[in-house]
């Protein structure tokens, strides 16, 4: 079983910038796929932006070149990187990783982009 905890969302005003952070406490960061996903109020959960094992990125369409992912096996967290967030960023952000076939899940942690 792999615990992941989700921090560093809140409120930002649109154009702001915003970083999420997710570890796994207990275990070693050599997942295999990873990522993280949204939910926005009555919309169904969608990919963000994903790290495949070999190192590959790839990101949604509506957050390409101001959402980054990356990681730091060091510390054993990956990252997200908001930058010119915008009202429809709004939604619930879920770290997630898979290893040996099964997926992991985080609880979330809720961004609200208003002014």
């Known amino acids: 079983q792999v615990q992941l905890v989700e921090s560093g969302g809140g409120l930002v005003q649109p154009g702001g910038s915003l970083r999420l952070s997710c570890v796994a406490p207990g275990s070693t960061f050599n997942f295999d796929d990873m990522g993280w996903y949204r939910q926005a109020p009555g919309k169904h959960r969608e990919p963000v932006a994903v790290?495949?094992?070999?190192?590959?990125?790839s990101y949604a369409g509506s957050v390409e070149g101001r959402f980054t992912v990356s990681t730091d096996n060091a510390k054993n967290q990956m990252y997200l990187q908001m930058n010119d967030v915008k009202p429809e960023d709004t939604a619930v952000y879920y770290c997630v990783v898979s290893r040996s076939g099964e997926v992991y899940w985080g609880r979330g942690t809720q961004v609200t982009v208003s002014s």
């Open positions: 790290i495949t094992k070999s190192g590959g990125r």
